[in-house]
Structures are given as structure tokens and as C-alpha cells.
């Protein structure tokens, strides 16, 4: 069974300041990876995904992840946040079926002007 | 673009009371989803269903069934509503294997 640590439950960061969001995972097999954002009173949208080949993926709104096999980690990073970034941030992990995703306890990312 | 829509924003219902929640998804997606979230626990799964008929039990599923009639819609039923089932509920849907989920807008339910 695969498990998920957001080591951070909390990231207050000023505004134009870089950020990263820490995951790590537990998995005996090959996994997926996702993170997804949640903004207030709204379901998830996913933010980014890797299934296999650079270990550096690009997403939406400006964020990358870097997928690291040998330290089990997929952490979150933006060089440059908005105020408009402000939300929480889910990390997820599933099996090569896809048919469970396992998610953290959630980053809530405080944007501060 | 894929919706999945979730019949209630929100709902108060009392202990003891049966409680339906509603998820339809217009994608002919096989892959449907209740999550429940709670702070600082984050998506917690309570079922799944891979194909009409078919359900499979998640992380946390006491006190909850399912049901898949339709491709389309997944209901979940809180047989004897209590109040440590207050939470926001989430529904999702998916094409295997690696599609990401594509989550409704949550179900806020408040038992009292």
C-alpha cells in the first residue's frame, strides 16, 4: 500500500518570494504522482502529474515538481507566487492501475502581500 | 471540458436520518469516487466503483454503502447518519489507468 507525508501542514511566503511544498512517499512499487490545488470553497483541480520520463514536470500556473526516486519525493515548486496562489495543496500517489490515489494531509499555502 | 456535479453544496441532516448524496459525471468515465475531507487528515477514500454494478470498499468505509446503476452516477448512502460523519464529502471520476481525477464541487454535510 502506498502512503503520503506533506511535511509541512502550513507555508506562510510573501508575495514574488519562491516557494516549495515538500511530499514524500511509501510505495513497494512503481507509482504515479499528482499534485492537485484546492481553492476555497471549490473542489480539487490537478496542478500537475507525472507518469514516467523527465523527472521535472511543468504544470499549470507557473509550479513544477521534481520526481526523485532514490530520496522517495515529489516536491512542489514555484519561483514566484501571487497572492492569487493562496490555497491548499494536495500530493497524491496511486499504483500503476490508477484505480486508488492516496493523498496527504494537505499544504495550505498563505500568500502574503 | 468534464463536469462532475454533486447534487447538494450543502446539507444538515439529523442523527439516525438515512442521507443520499448525489454525483453524476458527463464523461463516460469508468472510474467514480467518494472521498471524505477533514482538516488536517486531507482526501480520506470511502469507496470506489470501476464499472456499473462494481464497488470496492476504500480506506474508511464504516457506516457508508454505494450504488452504480448508471455509468453516469454514484450515489453515496449514510445508512444511520451520525454526527463523527460531519465532513465535506468529495466525488470523483476517472478514465484508468493514469487519467488524473476530475473532482465536483463537495458535498459540505452537517449532522446535528
Known amino acids: 500500500a502506498q502512503s503520503v507525508t506533506q511535511l509541512d501542514s502550513q507555508v506562510p511566503v510573501f508575495e514574488e518570494a519562491p516557494v516549495e511544498l515538500r511530499c514524500n512517499y511509501s510505495s513497494s512499487v512503481s507509482v504515479y504522482l499528482f499534485w492537485y490545488v484546492q481553492y476555497p470553497n471549490q473542489g480539487l483541480q490537478l496542478l500537475l502529474k507525472?507518469?514516467?520520463?523527465?523527472?521535472l514536470v511543468k504544470g499549470i500556473n507557473g509550479f513544477e515538481a521534481e520526481f526523485n526516486k532514490s530520496q522517495t519525493s515529489f516536491h512542489l515548486r514555484k519561483p514566484s507566487v501571487h497572492i492569487s496562489d493562496t490555497a491548499e495543496y494536495f500530493c497524491?500517489?496511486?499504483?500503476?492501475?490508477?484505480?486508488?490515489?492516496?493523498f496527504g494531509a494537505g499544504t495550505i499555502l498563505r500568500v502574503k502581500s | 471540458d468534464v463536469k462532475v456535479t454533486q447534487s447538494s453544496r450543502y446539507l444538515v441532516k439529523r442523527t439516525g436520518e438515512k442521507v443520499f448524496l448525489e454525483c453524476v459525471q458527463d464523461?463516460?468515465?469508468?472510474?467514480m469516487f467518494w472521498y471524505r475531507q477533514d482538516p488536517g487528515l486531507g482526501l480520506r477514500l470511502i469507496y470506489f466503483s470501476y464499472d456499473v454494478k462494481m464497488k470496492e470498499k476504500g480506506d474508511i468505509p464504516e457506516g457508508y454503502s454505494v450504488s452504480r446503476e448508471k455509468k453516469e452516477r454514484f450515489s453515496l448512502i449514510l445508512e444511520s447518519a451520525s454526527t463523527n460523519q460531519t465532513s465535506m464529502y468529495l466525488c470523483?471520476?476517472?478514465?484508468?489507468?493514469?487519467?488524473?481525477?476530475?473532482f465536483g464541487n463537495g458535498t459540505r454535510l452537517t449532522v446535528t
Open positions: 497524491a500517489v496511486s499504483d500503476l492501475d490508477g484505480n486508488k490515489l492516496v
Open positions: 470523483a471520476s476517472s478514465l484508468p489507468p493514469s487519467s488524473p481525477l476530475h
Open positions: 464523461m463516460d468515465h469508468e472510474n
Open positions: 507525472y507518469l514516467s520520463g523527465s523527472t
